[in-house]
């Protein structure tokens, strides 16, 4: 049982991630469909038919068309489970109907109290989401992230910070329970500025890494290049990793 501004979530792959609250159960960004060890559950970073059968308001969100955050296998759930919802980028090219939301940036959906939803930008393609559900307030930044590639120029790695940190303000108005934030290894030494920029600005409780594919040693090293701040960095070692979060004042 999850109680009121409780949540179990689990590390699915990459920058997948599902989320089980109170009320509520929601997924961003399967990409990988393939379990690990062949078992289809939860815990082997896959959503099986019985995990969708179960639950009650799942939410299906989607930040953006790449390939590494968006499977169409998700529209096969329907058949699983018939109450669910979808929340997509206006980049991915599906027709809108009664259970998909296409979005821009910086609109809202307010249901009857029950959920709130505000689209915010990225520094690639699509969308961040920003989430009230049950007494939590959750932010998943897709590929919002501080690109800092050192083939580019020092001229566009400043833009880079630039952009990240210009729509990194505008998420101060919110205070964020649990952040999904990119920490990719791709950029070498680099690639805890966006993680550790968002924990000092933000200031998370919980900050959960993200877009790091099967590198799991690199949340054990953010959750030290973190520790001299007052937020948490999740340690994820594995596939369908569950943690728990139970907010407290």
């Given at each position: 049982?999850?109680?009121?501004?409780?949540?179990?979530?689990?590390?699915?792959?990459?920058?997948?991630?599902?989320?089980?609250?109170?009320?509520?159960?929601?997924?961003?960004?399967?990409?990988?469909?393939?379990?690990?060890?062949?078992?289809?559950?939860?815990?082997?970073?896959?959503?099986?038919?019985?995990?969708?059968?179960?639950?009650?308001n799942p939410i299906v969100f989607v930040t953006h068309s790449h390939h590494d955050h968006f499977n169409p296998i998700i529209f096969e759930w329907e058949k699983w489970n018939e109450d669910i919802t979808y929340i997509l980028s206006d980049d991915i090219e599906v027709e809108e109907e009664d259970n998909r939301y296409i979005m821009k940036k910086y609109q809202e959906i307010n249901w009857a109290n029950d959920i709130y939803i505000k689209t915010y930008g990225t520094t690639d393609q699509g969308l961040s989401y920003y989430v009230e559900v049950d007494g939590l307030n959750i932010f998943h930044s897709g590929d919002l992230n501080w690109w800092h590639w050192k083939k580019f120029s020092s001229e566009k790695q400043k833009v880079e910070e630039e952009d990240y940190k210009r729509e990194i303000e505008k998420l101060k108005e919110k205070d964020v329970d649990i952040a999904f934030v990119p920490v990719d290894p791709r950029l070498e030494e680099f690639y805890h500025l966006a993680g550790r920029y968002f924990a000092e600005t933000i200031k998370p409780k919980l900050l959960i890494p993200i877009h790091f594919s099967d590198n799991y040693a690199i949340t054990k090293n953010f959750s030290k290049e973190i520790k001299d701040l007052q937020v948490d960095g999740a340690i994820i070692e594995k596939r369908g990793e569950k943690m728990r979060f139970r907010k407290s004042y």
């Open positions: 049982m999850v109680r009121d501004k409780e949540a179990i979530i689990h590390h699915l792959f990459h920058s997948g991630v599902a989320i089980k609250t109170s009320n509520h159960f929601l997924i961003f960004d399967y990409y990988n469909d393939t379990p690990k060890k062949g078992i289809r559950k939860i815990d082997n970073g896959v959503i099986s038919k019985k995990d969708l059968n179960k639950e009650e």
